[in-house]
């Protein structure tokens, strides 16, 4: 029903930068909110950022200023820039969408496989 293709994680050195970007496919009828989540071993998932089909965008205290997320409606995808890494930011990052599909009335969550970043000397 929903493909998602993740991409843009790697290993970095702290202080480096990465783009993450999230493609959704499928039987769409409308995208509502997107956001990126984290999960660190031994951690429960948390938000990163979000932002509304209108742009409003939030982000945890931890990544403010650093990190900027974007999303390009016309492609069905959203961006995660990430600057001034820090070793704490390395998780898997998965992306998140509110996802209308055609012939049905209302949205729901789906998730992205995950993409690990690393943030390490």
């Known amino acids: 029903q929903v493909q998602f293709v993740e991409s843009g994680g790697g290993l970095v050195q702290p202080g480096g930068s990465l783009r993450l970007s999230c493609a959704a496919s499928?039987?769409?009828?409308?995208?509502?909110?997107m956001g990126w989540y984290r999960q660190a071993p031994g951690k429960q998932r948390e938000l990163v950022a979000g932002?509304?089909?209108?742009?409003?965008?939030n982000y945890a205290d931890s990544v403010k200023g650093r990190f900027t997320i974007s999303r390009d409606n016309a492609k069905n995808t959203v961006y995660l820039q990430m600057n001034s890494l820090k070793p704490e930011d390395t998780a898997v990052y998965f992306c998140?969408?509110?996802?209308?599909?055609?012939?049905?009335?209302?949205?729901?969550?789906?998730w992205g496989q995950g993409t690990q970043v690393t943030v390490s000397s």
């Open positions: 998140n969408a509110e996802i209308r599909l055609t012939k049905t009335i209302r949205g729901r969550p789906y």
């Open positions: 499928g039987s769409i009828l409308s995208i509502y909110a």
């Open positions: 932002i509304t089909s209108g742009g409003s965008t």
